[in-house]
């Protein structure tokens, strides 16, 4: 079992930045790809970004591309996403996942284990 808790949401105007964390604990965090969703009322989960264990695969969503960027610190067992210059759009409730597969993936059934989210406002 791997136990996921994020932080780092709040609200933040058009432009801002924030850093969401995802702190792991359980079975060894370092052999997991790790992922950061997202979810605005109304809508599907969508993929955001995602980093393979021994962080030598990265893969972002076009919507992020330029403007987030995930990383991990397997010593603290810990995943970061820096996002950067945000949009009304970005609005949603962020979710860190692991997997328990070494490979980026995409689509959120390919993931194991879930944090339980931090809502993340962007102000117009």
């Known amino acids: 079992q791997v136990q996921l808790v994020e932080s780092g949401g709040g609200l933040v105007q058009t432009g801002g930045s924030l850093r969401l964390s995802c702190a792991a604990s359980?079975?060894?965090?370092?052999?997991?790809?790790m992922g950061w969703f997202r979810q605005a009322p109304g809508k599907e989960r969508e993929f955001v970004a995602a980093?393979?264990?021994?962080?030598?695969?990265?893969s972002y969503a076009d919507s992020a591309k330029g403007r987030f960027t995930i990383s991990r610190d397997n010593a603290k067992n810990t995943v970061y996403l820096q996002m950067n210059s945000l949009k009304p759009e970005d609005t949603a409730v962020y979710y860190c996942?692991?997997?328990?597969?070494?490979?980026?993936?995409?689509?959120?059934?390919?993931?194991?284990?879930w944090g339980q989210g931090t809502q993340v406002t962007v102000s117009s």
């Open positions: 359980g079975r060894t965090f370092s052999r997991y790809a």
């Open positions: 980093k393979s264990w021994s962080a030598r695969t990265t």
């Open positions: 996942a692991a997997r328990s597969l070494d490979s980026v993936s995409g689509r959120p059934d390919d993931y194991d284990y």
